[in-house]
């Protein structure tokens, strides 16, 4: 059986992603939440991994005895958004740049060299990367790093396949914090049938739903001007 490991795994599209693997493959589960990740170890082939992605050592404690994989699922995140610009909150950018961003490098660092040759890598970042988003200054960043990172790897990486996956709006527990509507939204079985059709297909990019995501790279293409013009009534 093949084995998979996929961070953020407690909840949201880690957890859907978990639970479909479990079918075929050997899955290591890793997050935070113990109740979650106990839950998790109930299902067949699922090996639930406690850890904080912000912390290396906690990584390298947890992944020892991982000696190969052929998935690698980059997917841990964090939704936090800066209300007043002009006060900007250096302490919540740090929160989710240290989670959607830094910690990426942390588990490249100790889980690439355990990547099988012909294996996959996987980072979860956003659409919310294509543009430039009110209140978005930590999150779109940390997604828009987390994006050129994935395409960079792909083009450094020899015999090993990278997807960046794109989502829309998904209904998640992160995304019931938000407080604007979603236009769009798919639930997390939609969203994590479109990432394992992508990922089997060896997509360099999955995104999904097509019908918001081609609207947002359409909009993505005009002058930043004009963008900034249209974002201005959308903050309203």
């Known amino acids: 059986m093949k084995r998979v490991l996929i961070t953020g795994a407690t909840s949201g599209i880690g957890r859907g992603l978990a639970e479909q693997y479990a079918n075929d493959h050997i899955v290591y589960a890793c997050g935070r939440n113990e109740q979650a990740l106990s839950e998790l170890t109930q299902i067949a082939n699922i090996t639930a991994l406690q850890m904080d992605v912000t912390k290396i050592d906690e990584i390298k404690s947890q992944c020892a005895q991982i000696d190969a ?16 610009a002009k006060h900007f909150d250096s302490a919540l950018f740090k929160r989710v740049i240290d989670v959607n961003l830094l910690s990426l490098g942390y588990c490249l660092e100790v889980l690439l060299p355990r990547l099988r040759e012909g294996g996959q890598l996987i980072i979860v970042s956003s659409s ?10 930590a ?39 938000n407080d604007f509507s979603m236009p769009m939204a798919v639930s997390v079985e939609q969203a994590t049938k479109a990432i394992m059709k992508g990922i089997s297909k060896r997509k360099k990019e999955i995104h999904f739903p097509k019908r918001f995501t081609f609207i947002l790279k359409l909009l993505q293409l005009l002058p930043f001007s004009m963008w900034l013009f249209l974002s201005k009534g959308i903050r309203r």
């Open 69 to 84: 994989l052929d998935l690698l699922i980059l997917n841990a995140g964090n939704c936090e958004y800066i209300d007043d």
């Open 128 to 137: 919310a990367s294509f543009l430039a988003l009110p209140r978005a200054q």
């Open 139 to 177: 999150y779109g960043a940390s997604k828009a790093g987390a994006t050129y990172l994935a395409q960079s790897l792909a083009v450094d990486l020899d015999h090993i396949d990278v997807s960046v996956v794109h989502p829309g709006f998904v209904k998640t527990p992160l995304t019931d914090k």
